[in-house]
Nanobody, 124 residues
Framework: QVQLVESGGGLVQAGGSLRLSCAAS????????MGWFRQTPGKERELVAA????????RYADSVKGRFTISRDNAKNTMYLQMGVLNPEDTAVYYC?????????????????WGQGTQVTVSS
């Protein structure tokens, strides 16, 4: 099994920044690409950003392009999401996820492991 633990969420004012972290433990050799998703009440979980195993390939939702940056440190088994110029529409529970695929994965169904989520609230 693989355990994913998110941290770094919280309350921030519009225009501010936050950095989320996702620490992986357990059978991490079974995971490759990773991603960040977010979900608000009544809505489906949506992809925010994805990163390949090597970190050389990334994908972003149009709504966060230019504001968010996904990265990873494989030596630390940790993935990050640097979020900038936050707005109230970014308020959600953010989840990290891991896939066995090597390349960036955008389909939610291809992610096998999930963290419990961290709340990000952006006040106006």
């Amino acid at each position: 099994q693989v355990q994913l633990v998110e941290s770094g969420g919280g309350l921030v004012q519009a225009g501010g920044s936050l950095r989320l972290s996702c620490a992986a433990s357990g059978r991490t050799f079974t995971t490759r690409s990773m991603g960040w998703f977010r979900q608000t009440p009544g809505k489906e979980r949506e992809l925010v950003a994805a990163i390949s195993w090597s970190g050389g390939s990334t994908r972003y939702a149009d709504s966060v392009k230019g504001r968010f940056t996904i990265s990873r440190d494989n030596a630390k088994n940790t993935m990050y999401l640097q979020m900038g110029v936050l707005n109230p529409e970014d308020t959600a529970v953010y989840y990290c996820a891991a896939s066995s695929r090597v390349d960036t994965v955008v389909l939610i169904t291809l992610y096998s492991y999930w963290g419990q989520g961290t709340q990000v609230t952006v006040s106006s």
